[in-house]
């Protein structure tokens, strides 16, 4: 699977848009970009994922860049609750299941 | 939305116990999951589970590790003679299908071994 780099840690004010930046450059075609997120010491909780096309659900929009060597999450309106570790995992499609390698992910504080 | 259900939430055991932590995966989930957060670490992949075999596991599953299905409901993983470098949070997750999927993760078992 691609390594990823994302940022040790950001803030974001609350209310305000939280941009958090992957850069993923060794990605290959059939790899797809997932975002999770944990929240203290809870367990990892999943955001969002995407080949090449942006997407957007009700959580979170993820913006992949032409070339897919970068992509960005975007949570719009960020809220307190929102304050966790975000991680950018590169995968590939893998029939023997669905592991997971994750890096050391952003830490994103929002503040009031 | 539904849950992967972990018990106990935290498990304290001496050094050389075995011990049993259990996972109660989303109903209609076909694979299942163990991965360990150690304290200010990344969380790690164990192993993945599929039709009552072992699909994937890492190095860190060595031996002293095992995973069992005893039910249709229960996921287990055992630690045969724990070591005080167990000490970890233990996830659970499970998907429906192996890729391209959301892993529903539990809020995980806090083990400590003394």
């Known amino acids: ?112 | 939305e539904p849950e992967v259900t972990q018990t106990p939430s935290h498990q304290v055991t001496q050094m050389g116990q075995e011990v049993i932590l259990r996972c109660v995966p989303i109903s209609n989930h076909l694979y299942f999951y163990w991965y360990r957060q150690i304290l200010g670490q990344k969380v790690e992949f164990l192993v993945s589970f599929y039709n009552n075999e072992i699909s994937e596991k890492s190095e860190i599953f060595d031996d002293q590790f095992s995973v069992e299905r005893p039910d249709g409901s229960n996921f287990t993983l055992k630690i045969r003679s724990t070591k005080l470098e167990d000490s970890a949070m233990y996830f659970c997750a499970s998907t429906r299908r192996p890729t391209n999927e959301k892993l529903f993760f539990g809020s995980g078992t806090q083990l400590s071994v003394l």
């Open chain 1, 1 to 112: 699977d691609a390594k990823t780099t994302q940022p040790t840690s950001m803030d974001c004010a609350e209310g305000r848009a939280a941009n958090l930046p992957c850069n993923h450059s060794t990605i290959s075609g059939n790899e797809y970009v997932y975002w999770y997120r944990q929240i203290h010491s809870q367990g990892p909780q999943y955001i969002i994922h995407g080949l090449k096309n942006n997407e957007t659900n009700e959580m979170a929009s993820l913006i992949i860049t032409e070339d897919r060597k970068s992509s960005t999450l975007i949570l719009p309106h960020a809220t307190l609750r929102d304050t966790a570790v975000y991680y950018c995992i590169v995968r590939a499609y893998n029939n023997a299941g669905n592991m997971l390698t994750f890096g050391g992910g952003t830490r994103l504080m929002v503040k009031p």
